[in-house]
T-cell receptor, first 113, second 112 residues
Framework: AQSVTQLGSHVSVSEGALVLLRCNYS??????LFWYVQYPNQGLQLLLK??????LVKGINGFEAEFKKSETSFHLTKPSAHMSDAAEYFC???????????FGTGTRLLVSP | DAGVTQSPTHLIKTRGQQVTLRCSPK?????VSWYQQALGQGPQFIFQ???????QRGNFPDRFSGHQFPNYSSELNVNALLLGDSALYLC???????????FGPGTRLTVT
């Protein structure tokens, strides 16, 4: 069975600081990996996805993630945090393209001025 | 271009009752998936509908059932509601089971 583990239920950064949200996955087959963002009272929005092409994936809003098979990780980063980045972030895995996503428990990103 | 829409936005039900949630997919999409997101948790896959049939199902009891209509819209039905069914129910649509899923804003169900 596939699963993802997100380390840290809350991450706090200052505006302009590096954002690092951690995600480790478990999969018996080559995985498809995703990062989604959820703003209050809204649905999920896809930030970026890994589908076995380039290991460094660039997404929207300046976010990127690197697939590291040896570490079974897919951490999300952004060089400089903005106040508007404050939200809940979910890592997800699938073995069937974009369907039947298995989500982690989420990390709430707090950005202070 | 309207995205995924869900109704109602909020719903309060009593234990033992039945509830129906509705979802209209994004224009051009023909596949609908449903997820349950309990408070403080990530979404959990309930099931997926394509061509009016349930194609995949997650680890949810038979109390959870669904339907897809010819216009690709979908309903999620939950019978014999339990307190533990209180959650945000998210609908996601995609094209032909293989494309990126677009999520709706969800329906917040509270069971008292």
């Amino acid at each position: 069975a596939q699963s993802v583990t997100q380390l840290g239920s809350h991450v706090s950064v200052s505006e302009g600081a590096l954002v690092l949200l951690r995600c480790n996955y478990s999969s018996s087959v080559p995985p498809y990996l995703f990062w989604y963002v959820q703003y209050p009272n809204q649905g999920l929005q896809l930030l970026l996805k890994y589908t076995s092409a380039a290991t460094l994936v660039k997404g929207i809003n300046g976010f990127e993630a690197e697939f590291k098979k040896s570490e079974t990780s897919f951490h999300l980063t952004k060089p400089s945090a903005h106040m508007s980045d404050a939200a809940e972030y979910f890592c997800a895995v699938s073995d069937t393209s974009f369907q039947k996503l298995v989500f982690g428990t989420g990390t709430r990103l707090l950005v202070s001025p | 271009d309207a995205g995924v829409t869900q109704s109602p936005t909020h719903l309060i039900k009593t234990r033992g009752q039945q509830v129906t949630l509705r979802c209209s997919p994004k224009s051009g999409h023909d596949t609908v998936s449903w997820y349950q997101q309990a408070l403080g948790q990530g979404p959990q896959f309930i099931f997926q509908y394509y061509e009016e049939e349930e194609r995949q199902r997650g680890n949810f009891p038979d109390r959870f059932s669904g339907h897809q209509f010819p216009n690709y819209s979908s309903e999620l039905n939950v019978n014999a509601l339990l307190l533990g069914d209180s959650a945000l129910y998210l609908c996601a649509s995609s094209f032909e089971e293989v494309d990126e899923q677009y999520f709706g804003p969800g329906t917040r169900l509270t069971v008292t």
